[in-house]
């Protein structure tokens, strides 16, 4: 039962999923491993991906640095598993024996017990999103900027807002305006039209003909440039460019892999690459102190953590 108990199971082997596990196994190891010693060799962290590999947005080096480090630091990586089911309890526990072990249904290898689950696959589409603006109406009667037609000749059409096949995102033009296209069955009007007072970024909007990530950088980037034209009264001047300024990914142990205009980084010079970019993003300059000064504590006397 311990086994169970203490098994980690990670689901997602995106930079959240890796970044995660490498943080619980630094605190396993260099805090809880003082405290409850005769634990540890109980302990397991497990990482499932449906991909071939992990990290695969990364170069195949990169990926395989953070694949080795975490082999060599006793976290497995099961590649090409696919979830299947969670469910509460395990065989023992539906014999009659009372108990808090959850069961994950892996199709490669049946049931496994474990303590924790960690699902870090992607992002749902905010159900708003998805389901409250499906449905079909009528355009407003200012506002709308049509790409093929006169309004006089759309008055009569029913319009639903765009969504993207892959993601149900809502589909914007360049200048992150929601655009809409007449509804299902409507053969009569093929035109698209753009709402050009209604906006929509992040997670829930897909800029037409690109393929951005659904990412934190885009999205504010994305919000950024809206504000400055909103501000400015210039959105007709210029549409919106993402500019990619990298990737990075903490694998444990003070090391860290960062991929940014062609140029690969790994281990330590990572790490503070890593660190340090933490920091700059960091709001105010109350928190860019605070969190050096928190850094600082951790390291020397270990993180905060609670005995039951």
Known sequence: MKKNLLNFAVVGGGPTGIEFSAELHDIIMEDLAKLYPDLIKYHHITVYDVAPTVLNMFDQKLSKYASDRFRREGISIKTSHHVESLRTGTSESEEGHESNSLTLKIKEEGDVGVGMVVWSTGLMMNPFVEKALGGASSLPARGTKFNKSTPAEVQIAQWTIRKDEKTA?????????????????????????????????????????????????????????????????????????????????????????????????SGRTAWLVWRGAYLTKSVSWRNRILIPVYWVINWAFGRDTSRF
């Open 169 to 265: 995102g809502i589909i914007t033009d360049d200048r992150l305006r929601v655009t809409l296209q007449p509804k299902e069955g409507d053969v009569e009007h093929k035109q698209q039209a753009v709402l050009e007072d209604v906006f929509a970024i992040g997670d829930c909007a897909v800029m037409e003909d690109t393929l951005y990530p659904a990412t934190a950088q885009v999205a504010s980037q994305k919000a950024e440039w809206l504000a400055k034209r909103l501000n400015k009264g210039d959105i007709e001047k210029a549409g919106f460019n993402y500019k990619d300024l990298g990737i990075m990914a903490y694998v444990g142990n003070w090391n860290a892999i960062v991929q940014s205009g062609g140029a690969n980084i």
